[in-house]
C-alpha cells in the first residue's frame, strides 16, 4: 500500500526543546505539506515543498521551519516549542506540481504536546 | 477574502441519505471542490472531487449548482461508520479548507 509515515504518533516535549516531525512518503510525490489541526479550526497549513529543497510559507509558518533534502522526506522544526504548539501535526503528499488539483493523502498524524 | 463554510455538526440515522452542505464564496474560475473524510486518530482521506454539475463514486455523489458557489456531498444510505469528520476543500494554487462537519450517525 502507498502511504505517508509519520515518525510518531505520540510525542511530549518541554518548553524551549527543539522538536523535529519526520514525514516519508514512498509515492515518488512532488509535493508534501505540514498541516495543524486544533478543534474548530480545521486545518491549517503550515509550509508545503513543491520539491527538494523547495519550500513555502503556508498561512501559520510562524515558530516553524522545514527541511526537504530528499524527495520521500519532509521534516518539520519547532525551533524552541511553545505551549501553544501542542496540536495534532498532519504531514500530506500530492503527486505533481502542475496540477493544483491533485488529491491529497495524509498521514495519520502526530499529536504533539508541549508541557 | 476567500472562505470555505460548513456547519459545524450534523447527526442522522442509518440508512438515512445525509446531505453536507458547503459554501464557497468568490469562487475562481480555476477551483475545484474536493471533499475529505476523517475519523479519529486518522488523517483525512479522499472521497469525491468536482468542478460542476453532479459527480458520483461509489461511496458519494457531489452536487455543484451552475453558479458554483455551494456544493454538497451527499452520502446515501449512511451507516454508524459513516461518523466521522467531513472537510471541503476548494483548491487550485491555493487550497482553502472549511473548518469540517462533524456528522454523528445514530442507530
Known amino acids: 500500500d502507498v502511504k505517508v509515515t509519520q515518525s510518531s504518533r505520540y510525542l511530549v516535549k518541554r518548553t524551549g526543546e527543539k522538536v523535529f516531525l519526520e514525514c516519508v512518503q514512498d509515492m515518488d510525490h512532488e509535493n508534501m505539506f505540514w498541516y495543524r489541526q486544533d478543534p474548530g479550526l480545521g486545518l491549517r497549513l503550515i509550509y508545503f515543498s513543491y520539491d527538494v529543497k523547495m519550500k513555502e510559507k503556508g498561512d501559520i509558518p510562524e515558530g516553524y521551519s522545514v527541511s526537504r533534502e530528499k524527495k520521500e522526506r519532509f521534516s518539520l522544526i519547532l525551533e524552541s516549542a511553545s505551549t501553544n504548539q501542542t496540536s495534532m501535526y498532519l504531514c500530506a503528499s500530492s503527486l505533481l506540481t502542475s496540477n493544483p488539483n491533485e488529491k491529497l493523502l495524509f498521514g495519520s498524524g502526530t499529536q504533539l504536546s508541549v508541557l | 477574502l476567500a472562505k470555505t463554510t460548513q456547519p459545524i455538526s450534523m447527526d442522522s440515522y442509518e440508512g438515512q441519505e445525509v446531505n453536507i452542505t458547503c459554501s464557497h464564496n468568490?469562487?475562481?474560475?480555476?477551483?475545484?471542490i474536493t471533499w475529505y473524510q476523517q475519523f479519529p486518530s486518522q488523517g483525512p482521506r479522499f472521497i469525491i472531487q468536482g468542478y460542476k454539475t453532479k459527480v458520483t463514486n461509489e461511496v458519494a455523489s457531489l452536487f455543484i449548482p451552475a453558479d458554483r458557489k455551494s456544493s454538497t456531498l451527499s452520502l446515501p444510505r449512511v451507516s454508524l461508520s459513516d461518523t466521522a469528520v467531513y472537510y471541503c476543500l476548494r483548491s487550485n494554487y491555493q487550497l482553502i479548507w472549511g473548518a469540517g462537519t462533524k456528522l454523528i450517525i445514530k442507530p
Open positions: 468568490n469562487i475562481a474560475t480555476n477551483d475545484y
